[in-house]
C-alpha cells in the first residue's frame, strides 16, 4: 500500500523538532499512521533475520543488558523489561554486537555509502560495525560528532570521514527519535544524504509528543515516525516481537515468567 499523498501537511508541525503543533495535527497523524500500520503489517523477514534476532535476544539477556522487572521509562511508564546497551562494555562483547548489527544491516538490503555514529552511544556502535562490515568485505568510511564544538586542533562538532554520499546512522535504541534529528541536520549541512537508520532494539511502542504544551501518547511509534515523516528506512536487529517470541518458545520457567507482563505491556503502549 502506498503512503504517497497520506502524510499531513507540514503545516500541523514545528519546524524545529517535528512534533505536532495542535491536537488537529495528532488526529491527522492518527489517520496517516493508521494507513502506515496497515502497510507494515504483512511485511516478513526471512528465516536468517528471525534466526539473528533471536540470539540477539540471547546474547542480550546473557550479557545482561536486557533485564527484566519493574522499570521506569523516560515517558514515565512501568515497562517490564529494560535494554542498557551500555552494558555491551568489553571488547568480546562489542565484537558480537558489531556481528548482530553487520548481518542485520546486510539482511535489510540499504544501500549506503558511509556510516555516522550520533555521540555517544552511536561512537562505538557505529565504529565497530565499520570494523566488522570491513571484515566481512564491505569497506566504509566511518564519522562521529562532538556534542561540544571544538575550538582548537582540527575544530568544529565532525570527526572522522568527511561526511558524504548515503549515511547509516547507528544507534542503540530510537525513544523519541531526537537523535535522529539532530543526526539528520548534521548529515544535511555537510551535503549529504541521511539514507537510514539502524539499531539495536525497537521497542515498538508509542512515542509521546508535547501537543499544546502538554506531554501526551500519539498513535505512532519513533521508529514509524521516522520511516513516515522523516522519508528514512529503520532497521532494527531485534524488536519487541522477538522479545516475546523469546519469551514463548522457553522451556526455562524463570524466564517463561516474564512473558505475561510484556505482552501486556505491548497490548497496552504498543504499536
Known sequence: MSLTGLAPSAAHYNAKDGSPKSWLGVQRLNRFFKS?????????????????????????????????GEFVTKAGRLS???FNAGLFDDGAKLSKLAHFYAQAVLASGI??????????????LGATLAMELARLGKNVPFAYNRKEVKDHG????????????????????????????ESIELITK??????????????QERATEKVDGTLQEVPYSAVQYVQSQLGMKVCAVATLADLLSYLNTQDNPEVKAHQPAVAAY???YGV
Open 154 to 181: 582540527e575544530g568544529g562538532h565532525l570527526v572522522g570521514a568527511k561526511l558524504s554520499g548515503r549515511v547509516l546512522i547507528v544507534d542503540d535504541v530510537m525513544s523519541a527519535g531526537t537523535a535522529v534529528r
Open 36 to 68: 502506515l500500520i496497515m502497510s507494515t503489517d504483512s511485511q516478513t523477514r526471512t528465516k536468517s533475520e528471525d534466526s539473528n534476532a533471536q540470539a540477539f535476544v540471547q546474547f542480550a539477556l546473557d550479557s545482561g543488558v536486557l533485564k527484566f
Open 80 to 82: 517490564p523489561y529494560f
Open 111 to 124: 544501500e549506503f555509502d558511509m556510516i555516522f555514529g550520533p555521540a555517544y552511544k552511536g561512537i562505538p
Open 266 to 268: 505491548r497490548a497496552r
Open 190 to 203: 555537510a551535503g549529504a544524504h541521511p539514507q537510514a537508520v539502524v539499531i539495536a532494539l525497537d521497542r
